[in-house]
């Protein structure tokens, strides 16, 4: 079970930073990774960690404002989200999967969190 939060209505150029709990004890055999979704658009793939947090990933239109970290002692993955701009508006989702997939397709997604929204006005 994924639990995140830090969601929120924030200004452009603000931070946030979400967080994602995990229940279970094999957190570290995950690929963990932050998908979005506006609306009218299908879920995207913003940015993944590898198992020991050694390798990320960050789509385009994220790289240099986000960062992705994990801490596998505590079964938790961050997303750090910095020079927020109003683009970045959408539902933010955890997403778990087994292994190491550098960009994984949304359909080889384990577990998946509730999702937090994002909300960056103008």
């Known amino acids: 079970q994924l639990v995140e939060s830090g969601g929120g209505l924030v200004q452009a150029g603000d931070s946030l930073r979400l967080s994602c709990a995990a229940s279970?004890?094999?957190?570290?055999?995950?690929?963990m990774g932050w998908f979005r979704q506006a609306p009218g658009k299908e879920r995207e793939a913003v940015a993944t960690?590898?198992?020991?947090?050694?390798?990320?990933y960050y789509a385009d239109a994220v790289k240099g404002r986000f960062t992705i970290s994990r801490d596998n002692a505590k079964n938790t993955a961050y997303l750090q989200m910095n020079s927020l701009k109003p683009e970045d508006t959408a539902v933010y989702y955890c997403a778990a999967v087994l292994g190491y997939t550098r960009v994984p397709h949304t359909t080889k997604v384990d577990y998946w969190g509730q999702g937090t929204q994002v909300t960056v006005s103008s």
């Open positions: 960690c590898s198992l020991s947090g050694g390798s990320t």
């Open positions: 279970g004890r094999t957190f570290s055999s995950y690929t």
